[in-house]
């Protein structure tokens, strides 16, 4: 937070009318009031304010990455520095020499500079960021400046320097800063009219892309949060107005009824985020039995669940309505010239890298100046002592015939010099003493002087391959201060989460069919399901009318509803079977659809809308399902066949607005389910996306087969667990998932592990025995491992030794299928070996020809229309023609 500052008072002798927009200044009697308009005043107090705000309080400048508060307060260390640790109080004090401020926006920007973790060294309780903890009073905490900091921010003989706002002490305009601080650190600020948001980036990933710009190479940076999290940043926009980060929370499934959060989304602590969860819980949004916070160093955060929720849908949810993802909004402006810019953190990158190029050259140009005084005056006082030219001056009596006896006595000896003696040198040279002067070693000097000479050719060829000096500094750097500041926040491209999927449905739906009212508040008549606020109804009447509508209290939709059900737009799968009489006596006819696209609460006629339309017989079936049907007819006329039956199956699946088959022009009597059917619909192709972790049916990533309802997924761990599940697109997978395919039940696992307890490497194949339960096939002892497992028929391996007192058996091929027979999962197995293994290689399998799996006829949900009929022959039997 910037420190908080106040506007002067208006002074207590003048006094302000809006009516009139003046002030009138009190003087005395004997003399005439003075009337000062306000309107060009203000003007020039606000923007004279808003630009103090945006220059000297809230906007870092580019040069250094610092706010003025915050160059003030490295300034202040490195003038209290010696080594050790001072009282943040001290440093707070001694900066309000420098800023006109109080002590608590001092102390309360150093805790942030501190909390970043570069170029402060902490001592005792500067908060926690994970926890929302904050500093200790500034009394009982210390600091100095870090390695690091000291490393890049300093540099006083490049320094420019102003005068402090009370004009006693100078101070830096801006510090010499060799590293991208702004963008290693992040930076907030609130203005007059204007805000500004740096992310933080990774200290490695800076240097990296440094030493790229200099070597004229593409790059591209992405935040680094220090509360680690998974971020998306598809839509980062360079850091520029317009971008957005999005940011989740690190949640795994630790059992069947306990999640566990162990990193939190940046811009969050554990404190806000348990408050977001409980609030979403309250609201019914989600289901949670309690919450464990035991954050310390790391983040540790238990949900336990109630039995029966699903951990999946459970983590989506959090996901969706609670702050275990957030939005982040990134919005780079700095200052630069005395005035706000907005760029790309590419740019400000570009710009830091420069200024560290120029800076570098800068003290490799002063050291140069330095190191050629040095050899100047070295060379100076060897020819001074070895020429003996110390004994001209002892005749001279005045202090102008030592300096022209010195100057006359240098002459024939200084062709060689790199620059003319001045007098300040010969005034140098009648300081050296004679002690100095009797212990002189011309050996001694003429080495300095060479170091010196080395010295210099080493400055000027880093000066002339500048770049390649800077490139070397980076590097420096990296190896120096890189090691342990790895990347900490997951780079991932979220999948969206529709709310209406994952929201806990904690509200019952019910329906009066005769008076056509559904809603959550008629709890006197028929319950029909779970809801939530959020989801839409579909409604079908007797007279062939469909209806979507929002949940709400009670609402009316129509009398006589014959089904009601929560509606899924996504939902292809879900098809309804109908038939139904055209008009008061019409013929009947017969159809199948899919409801998608609708538009809510508009009335759909799914009969020919003639008056007196009727649906005869109506099913719902979430996957396709066709049953057989028994028709019924009334005794009329000539029909010699009164009954007979319809599958179907026999009828392709339509848009909601077709027309339908004709069953009979006859009236019928009855229809009776003759025979529940089975989905006749292709089995669903879901793929699995590796970016995201998450299945899919849009055809992203890697196709896992064709789905059947009943089918399932086996999923493999490297922990050795395995577990089958019916695939749902909100599933969640273990990072350390090693299979993952449609499960085939006689197909056998095979599996080489270590087991810990034994010390030896065992072989075991198995059929899953257990569908519903996850098990583990290794043994449980701490130390056993997976090595590999496969689920190929007939699997190979090829076992590497370990070279053992200079010993090397030769790379063992094992046939899986012929070492062991397929026995039970909690079998242990046949030992491989008792040998130290270097490594076990999956090898291609040996040829095999799977059994042919039968399938039956399927049908594709399509929208379009096939024309044909549904009729009786003469015999009375149901035909069906196609066109």
Sequence with gaps: MDEEENLEPIDEGQESTESTGQFYDNQDDDSQDTITKVTGMYKDWFLDYASYVILERAVPAIEDGFKPVQRRIMHSMKELDDGRYNKVANIVGHTMQYHPH????????????????????????????????????????????????????????????????????????????????????????????????????????????????????????????????????????????????????????????????????????????????????????????????????????????????????????????????????????????????????????????????????????????????????????????????????????TWEGVIRAIDEGLKPYTQHLKRAVTEEDITRLTEIRIKRISKFDIDKAQEKIESLEGDIEQVKYDLEHIIDFAIAFFAKLKEKYGKGRERQTELRIFDDIEATKVILRNTKLYVNREEGFVGTGLKKDEYVTDCSDIDDVIVFLRDGTMMVSKVDEKKFVGKDIIHIAIFDKQDKRTIYNMIYRDGKSGPSYIKRFNVSGITRDKAYALSQEKPGSQVLYFSHNPNGEAEVITILLRQVGSVKKLKFDIDFADLAIKGRASKGNLVTKYPIKKIELKEKGISTLKPRRIWFDDTVQKLNVDGRGELLGEFRPNDRLLIINQSGKLKTIIPELTTHFDEDMVVLEKWIPKKPVSAIYYDGEKEKYFIKRFLIENENKEEIFITEHPKSQLEIVSTDYRPVAEVIFAKVKGIQKENQIVDLESFIAVKGIKAIGNQLTGDKLKQVNHLEPLPYEPPVEEIPEEIEVNDEEISGDVQLDDDGQITLSLD
């Excluded at 902490?122 to 690091?148: C, F, H, V």
């Design 102 to 397: 109080g002590d608590a926006s001092i102390g309360d920007a150093m805790v942030q500079i501190g909390q970043k973790d570069l170029i402060i060294d902490m001592q005792g309780n500067w908060g926690n960021i994970l926890t929302g903890d904050g500093a200790a009073a500034s009394r009982y905490i210390e600091a100095r400046i870090s390695k690091l900091g000291h490393d890049i921010l300093f540099s006083p003989k490049i320094t420019a320097w102003q005068a402090s706002y009370d004009g006693r002490r100078n101070e830096p305009i801006n510090l010499p800063v060799k590293f991208p601080l702004l963008l290693a650190q992040g930076a907030e600020g609130i203005a007059v009219g204007l805000s500004m948001k740096v992310l933080p980036h990774n200290f490695n990933e800076l240097i990296d892309s440094s030493i790229k710009i200099l070597k004229g190479k593409p790059f591209t940076i992405y935040p680094d949060f220090p509360t680690a999290g998974i971020a998306d940043v598809s839509n980062y926009n360079d850091g520029m107005r317009g971008g957005r980060v999005r940011v989740r929370a690190k949640i795994s499934q630790l059992d069947k009824q306990t999640l566990v959060i162990t990193q939190i989304p940046f811009s969050t602590n554990t404190g806000t985020l348990i408050e977001s969860i409980l609030k979403a819980n309250e609201k019914g949004k989600i289901k949670v039995k309690k919450i464990e916070d035991n954050t310390a160093a790391e983040v540790e955060i238990l949900i336990h669940l109630f039995p029966g929720v699903s951990p999946d849908k459970t983590i989506d949810a959090l996901f969706a309505f609670t702050a275990c993802e957030t939005s982040v909004a990134p919005l780079g402006c700095i200052i630069e010239n005395h005035k706000p810019r907005f760029i790309g953190v590419s740019d400000m990158l570009k710009i830091s890298t420069e200024r560290t190029v120029d800076l570098l050259k800068r003290e490799l140009e002063i050291q140069l100046d330095e190191l050629e005084e040095q050899w100047h005056f070295l060379s100076l006082e060897r020819i001074f002592i070895e020429k003996r030219i110390y004994r001209d001056i002892e005749e001279e009596s």
